[in-house]
């Protein structure tokens, strides 16, 4: 390796993609045949840079079109997970000891390699889990961000100094690696979160057992593949595919010193408490960077932007289905404005076009077989709690996709299980304020506290929003999705996570332990400084 990031750029966001260029819609329709050429491959599972297999396997598919096959995977069982435990062990001893400006190094390699492949990265995306080509290009550029923003700040934290030099002493503050630890993304940013806490994991001088979604593994396993070709030492990152059992094997396991989760409430709260069950043989506390689901609100005060408004509620509410943790599934409005914002909010829904994310529609299906019941059993409650403005039916295609209409039902109640419940798909719930502190009343009335939004024109407001507002993403005349790495650092209060702010200043010490070191001056002749 031949670390060269004393010249690092300072960071900048990756640019988004332009698809009504010709060019770029040549490319990605390109880069889709090429995915669609190798459909159907099987992967293995990667322990110490080899490949393994069991003698089960599991299917990803499209869920647009769930015949289609888009990677035959190797399910891993304890068996695995502890092998792979093993072996990120081993490979600790020496990765530890790599210097921190190899470690970047190895991150700006696989960053230009993503670089390079963004189109083909966007249209395996669009094929595993039905990112029409904006929410995929999004995301690819979301990867990039996260691992050249990690490897900037793995620089900044090594060279981090002690507030004070006490007099007499020479004082250091190093921040080193905690160990093995075991991460957890969720299927539906299975690039750029599944990707970004493996990237903070490894600069910062760890080694990981990466466990992706099942809905999402042949992303994980090229992202993986990709690492290897930039110049990944074996048993640093260890691939184990899987759900549930091999998860819970992992977070178990008495040589995980931490676990990188970002998922649903309900398994979040599962591993906090198995994490915190001290096992035989473990001799240090684990520690858990938990994300978790959101109940988000828009608040649209009568003195906001409408037409802004509209946008931003129905963007942040079927912007990919709703299968965004940060997606907007209540809207609070203002009573004089509630019976306006209802009708425009129905026109503007009703013009999203549905289709296959590979044709570029705006929405698409969602993930499963699973989540369509889910939200079509929400669907069923809306219509006792609610009622229903638009939507509110599961679409039928002869592919058999998992698509559902975009839905929304008004005269919801502050307290009813559609405002309150994740329902994590194209579902709405729209809730009459009668003024702006009963707003921000119900704003923080779930046990959630993820992101949140308000549209008004009244700074008086929007100053009380910033300290009143409990969320930890707050936007202010703008939708309440899509936060950029660095701008928007991100993660929830309350049930919607331990706030870990990935793509923020703090986020690499939660990979890392503080060490503190005091040396009496002149004690030793050789000293710099003395
Ligand atoms: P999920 O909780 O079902 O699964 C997440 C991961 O945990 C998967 O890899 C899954 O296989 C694994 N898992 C499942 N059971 C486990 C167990 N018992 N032990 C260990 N691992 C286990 O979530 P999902 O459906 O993949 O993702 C959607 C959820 O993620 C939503 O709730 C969404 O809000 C949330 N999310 C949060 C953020 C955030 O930053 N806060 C970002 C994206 C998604």
Same mark, same amino acid.
């Given at each position: 390796?031949?670390?060269?990031?004393?010249?690092?750029?300072?960071?900048?966001?990756?640019?988004?993609?332009?698809?009504?260029?010709?060019?770029?819609?040549?490319?990605?329709?390109?880069?889709?045949?090429?995915?669609?050429?190798?459909?159907?491959?099987?992967?293995?599972?990667?322990?110490?840079? =080899? @490949?393994?297999?069991?003698?089960?396997?599991?299917?990803?598919?499209?869920?647009?079109?769930?015949?289609?096959?888009?990677?035959?995977?190797?399910?891993?069982? @304890?068996?695995?997970?502890?092998? /792979?435990?093993?072996?990120?062990?081993?490979?600790?001893?020496?990765?530890?000891?790599?210097?921190?400006?190899?470690?970047?190094?190895?991150?700006?390699?696989?960053?230009?390699?993503?670089?390079?492949?963004?189109?083909?990265?966007?249209?395996? +995306?669009?094929?595993?889990?039905?990112?029409?080509? @904006?929410?995929?290009? @999004?995301?690819?550029?979301?990867?990039?961000?996260?691992?050249?923003?990690?490897?900037?700040?793995?620089?900044?934290?090594?060279?981090?100094?002690?507030?004070?030099?006490?007099?007499?002493?020479?004082?250091?503050?190093?921040?080193?690696?905690?160990?093995?630890?075991?991460?957890?993304?969720?299927?539906?940013?299975?690039?750029?979160?599944?990707?970004?806490?493996?990237? /903070?994991?490894?600069?910062?001088?760890?080694?990981?057992?990466?466990? &992706?979604? &099942?809905?999402?593994?042949?992303?994980?396993?090229?992202?993986?593949?990709?690492?290897?070709?930039?110049?990944?030492?074996?048993?640093?990152?260890?691939?184990?595919?899987?759900?549930?059992?091999? !998860?819970?094997?992992?977070?178990?396991?008495?040589?995980?010193?931490?676990?990188?989760?970002?998922?649903?409430?309900?398994?979040?709260?599962?591993?906090?408490?198995?994490?915190?069950?001290?096992?035989?043989?473990?001799?240090?506390?684990?520690?858990?960077?938990?994300?978790?689901? %959101?109940?988000?609100?828009?608040?649209?005060?009568?003195?906001?932007?409408?037409?802004?408004?509209?946008?931003?509620?129905?963007?942040?509410?079927? %912007?990919?289905?709703?299968?965004?943790?940060?997606?907007?599934?209540?809207?609070?409005?203002?009573?004089?404005?509630?019976?306006?914002?209802?009708?425009?909010?129905?026109?503007?829904?009703?013009? +999203?076009?549905?289709?296959?994310?590979?044709?570029?529609?705006?929405?698409?299906?969602?993930?499963?077989?699973?989540?369509?019941?889910?939200?079509?059993?929400?669907?069923?409650? %809306?219509?006792?709690?609610?009622?229903?403005?638009?939507?509110?039916?599961?679409?039928?295609?002869?592919?058999?996709?998992?698509?559902?209409?975009?839905?929304?039902?008004?005269?919801?109640?502050?307290?009813?299980?559609?405002?309150?419940?994740?329902?994590?798909?194209?579902?709405?719930?729209?809730?009459? =304020?009668?003024?702006?502190?009963?707003?921000?009343?119900?704003?923080?009335?779930?046990?959630?506290?993820?992101?949140?939004?308000?549209?008004?024109? =009244?700074?008086?407001? +929007?100053?009380?929003?910033?300290?009143?507002?409990?969320?930890?993403?707050?936007?202010?005349?703008?939708?309440?999705?899509?936060?950029?790495? %660095?701008?928007?650092?991100?993660? !929830?209060?309350?049930?919607?996570?331990?706030?870990?702010?990935?793509?923020?200043?703090?986020? +690499?010490?939660?990979?890392?332990?503080?060490?503190?070191?005091?040396?009496?001056?002149?004690?030793?002749?050789?000293?710099?400084?003395?």
């Amino acid at each position: 390796m031949s670390p060269n990031t004393t010249n690092l750029s300072p960071f900048r966001n990756e640019p988004f993609t332009d698809f009504s260029s010709p060019e770029n819609k040549r490319a990605m329709h390109e880069a889709l045949e090429r995915a669609r050429a190798e459909l159907g491959q099987t992967y293995d599972l990667i322990i110490s840079g =080899s @490949a393994v297999r069991t003698s089960t396997t599991f299917h990803s598919v499209n869920p647009a079109n769930p015949s289609e096959v888009i990677g035959i995977h190797y399910a891993a069982d @304890a068996e695995q997970a502890n092998e /792979a435990v093993d072996a990120a062990q081993r490979a600790f001893s020496l990765w530890k000891k790599v210097s921190v400006a190899e470690r970047v190094a190895l991150l700006v390699r696989a960053a230009n390699l993503i670089r390079q492949r963004h189109f083909d990265f966007c249209a395996w +995306l669009t094929l595993e889990v039905g990112k029409n080509w @904006a929410e995929a290009d @999004a995301d690819v550029g979301e990867t990039i961000d996260f691992i050249e923003f990690y490897a900037r700040e793995a620089l900044r934290l090594d060279a981090a100094t002690t507030p004070i030099q006490y007099p007499g002493e020479r004082n250091l503050l190093r921040y080193v690696p905690l160990g093995v630890g075991t991460v957890i993304p969720p299927w539906n940013f299975p690039l750029a979160i599944m990707a970004g806490m493996t990237a /903070a994991s490894i600069v910062s001088g760890n080694t990981v057992v990466l466990k &992706p979604s &099942p809905d999402a593994p042949t992303i994980a396993a090229r992202f993986l593949a990709l690492m290897e070709e930039a110049g990944l030492p074996d048993g640093v990152v260890n691939l184990v595919q899987g759900g549930p059992e091999v !998860g819970r094997a992992l977070v178990e396991h008495p040589q995980i010193r931490f676990i990188a989760f970002t998922g649903s409430k309900k398994v979040g709260l599962e591993i906090h408490e198995r994490a915190a069950r001290t096992q035989p043989g473990q001799h240090f506390l684990k520690r858990t960077i938990l994300e978790l689901g %959101g109940k988000d609100t828009i608040i649209v005060d009568a003195d906001g932007d409408l037409d802004a408004a509209v946008d931003g509620v129905t963007a942040s509410a079927f %912007g990919f289905n709703g299968q965004k943790c940060s997606a907007c599934s209540r809207v609070i409005v203002e009573s004089s404005i509630y019976d306006t914002f209802c009708d425009r909010l129905k026109e503007r829904v009703e013009k +999203l076009t549905i289709g296959t994310p590979a044709d570029n529609f705006q929405t698409g299906p969602v993930i499963n077989e699973v989540a369509r019941k889910r939200v079509l059993d929400y669907i069923a409650i %809306g219509k006792s709690e609610g009622k229903l403005l638009t939507g509110g039916s599961a679409i039928e295609t002869a592919a058999g996709g998992y698509y559902i209409a975009p839905t929304v039902f008004i005269d919801v109640s502050p307290t009813a299980r559609l405002a309150q419940e994740e329902v994590f798909g194209p579902v709405l719930a729209v809730i009459r =304020s009668e003024n702006f502190d009963d707003a921000l009343a119900i704003a923080n009335n779930t046990e959630y506290g993820l992101t949140g939004a308000l549209y008004s024109g =009244s700074r008086e407001k +929007l100053d009380r929003a910033r300290d009143e507002f409990h969320v930890g993403n707050l936007y202010f005349n703008r939708k309440c999705t899509g936060a950029m790495v %660095g701008a928007h650092p991100f993660g !929830g209060f309350n049930m919607s996570g331990t706030d870990s702010k990935a793509g923020g200043p703090e986020y +690499l010490t939660l990979f890392t332990q503080a060490k503190s070191i005091a040396e009496k001056r002149g004690s030793v002749s050789d000293v710099s400084g003395d």
